[in-house]
């Protein structure tokens, strides 16, 4: 890790007052569509609520860089028996810097969303179907069983055969990444995964795919979402990117954000605050400021095929800084006393092959990736 000189450890947002108006007077954020005037609107409420970073913000963009490193490390030489020095990155297991790079959401993205009947129904059903488990494998054994996942051949017993059929052999139906509640207080059901069939009932039959694609924001979508037993705010904020990936919906990802509990801890992490200011509001300013972030560390961040980071990538980043600086900065504790990282890294070897939401316009860059992004690396 980079040990950052102390010119480079004032206050981050002090910097950025006195040098933002040189580099973008009169123009726009190309991470953000929003006016520059707004901007320094938010950066002049950071000083006044007393944001100050820490040094964990440092490592905050150190980590970024590596991760996002090797994630193009392992796509170009995925046989590599060692993509990074770093001893806690090659360690444990950490997302990737972008959301939709890591191995579900793209698994969510070719093989759930864009495959199968694109009626605003199956889109809605196979992507809730999908995520509710979180899970390749029970997606995989209800295709292998079901021949095809459809709303329209939906019958609760026998996609609850299915899943009694593996839990009675010791297989595991959901991820661990998300811990979704039971839902038996709204259903009544022994098993989880039967209320979880009920409550995706409960949505279709509400006619929940149609207001979905006749929200008038990404906000609306989550809120939408969190109406439904079970559902919080991390998960209906999930889920809300998730439907966003699709043609059902069409927001930027930077419209709306809410902070999931590692992305919290991550920020208290990060920043001493001693003003009023919503973590929202911390992740929205950071992902406004990324470039100037990392240009006064003088580090280089390789962007997904020309896509910055969006609020939900920093989000996700503050969880991820989180874990890591509970090695990294042992000294530095968090409120719930958490001081090691559970996952350990195995890595999995089968090739993805990368394909983004096609309204993102980066698929046809993907295939480009060694000469455009690995010769640095190598």
């Given amino acids: 890790m980079t040990k950052h000189a102390e010119t480079n450890r004032r206050n981050d947002v002090t910097i950025y007052i006195c040098g933002l108006h040189n580099s973008y007077l009169g123009g726009r954020n190309e991470n953000i569509n929003e006016p520059i005037n707004l901007i320094l609107k938010r950066i002049i409420e950071m ?42 990155l090659a360690k444990h297991k950490f997302t990737n810097a972008y959301r ?19 009626s605003f129904e199956e889109i809605f059903f196979r992507i809730i179907l999908f995520k509710i488990f979180n899970k390749i494998e029970t997606c995989e054994l209800l295709k292998s069983q079901l021949g095809e996942i459809s709303w329209h051949d939906y019958s609760f017993d026998h996609y609850n055969n299915i899943l009694l059929n593996a839990l009675s052999n010791k297989g595991a139906i959901y991820s661990a990444a998300y811990i979704m509640a039971s839902g038996r207080s709204a ?46 705010n991390f998960l209906a904020y999930q889920y809300a990117i998730d439907l966003n990936y699709s043609e059902l919906i069409n927001f930027s990802e930077n419209d709306f954000v809410m902070p999931g509990p590692g992305s919290l801890r991550g920020i208290q992490k990060c920043f001493k605050i001693t003003g009023d200011v919503s973590a929202s509001d911390i992740i929205r300013f950071v992902t406004e400021q990324q470039e100037r972030f990392l240009e006064i560390r003088g580090l280089t961040f390789k962007k997904l095929w020309g896509r910055p980071l969006h609020l939900i990538d920093i989000q996700n980043l503050f969880c991820e800084v989180d874990k890591y600086a509970r090695v990294f900065h042992p000294e530095i504790g968090s409120h719930d006393g958490r001081k090691r990282i559970k996952q350990v890294f195995r890595p999995n070897r089968e090739p993805i092959n990368y394909w983004f939401p096609p309204k993102w316009g980066i698929n046809g860059s993907v295939d480009k990736i060694k000469e455009h992004y690995c010769g640095s690396l190598f």
Avoid: C
């Fill in 47 to 88: 000083q006044e609520k007393k944001v100050r970073s820490t040094e964990v913000f440092d490592t905050f963009w150190d980590f970024a860089v590596k991760r996002q490193d090797v994630f193009f490390m392992r796509v170009a030489k995925p046989n590599e028996e060692k993509w990074i020095d770093d001893p806690i």
């Fill in 100 to 118: 939709a790079s890591d191995r579900v959401s793209q698994y969510l993205i070719r093989n759930v969303i864009y495959s199968g009947d694109s």
């Fill in 187 to 232: 259903f009544g059901y022994e098993k989880k995964h039967q209320n979880h069939l009920r409550l995706i009932e409960k949505m279709m039959n509400e006619q929940l795919p149609f207001r979905i694609a006749s929200a008038s924001s990404l906000e609306e979508v989550f809120n939408i979402m969190k109406s439904e037993p079970s559902i919080g």
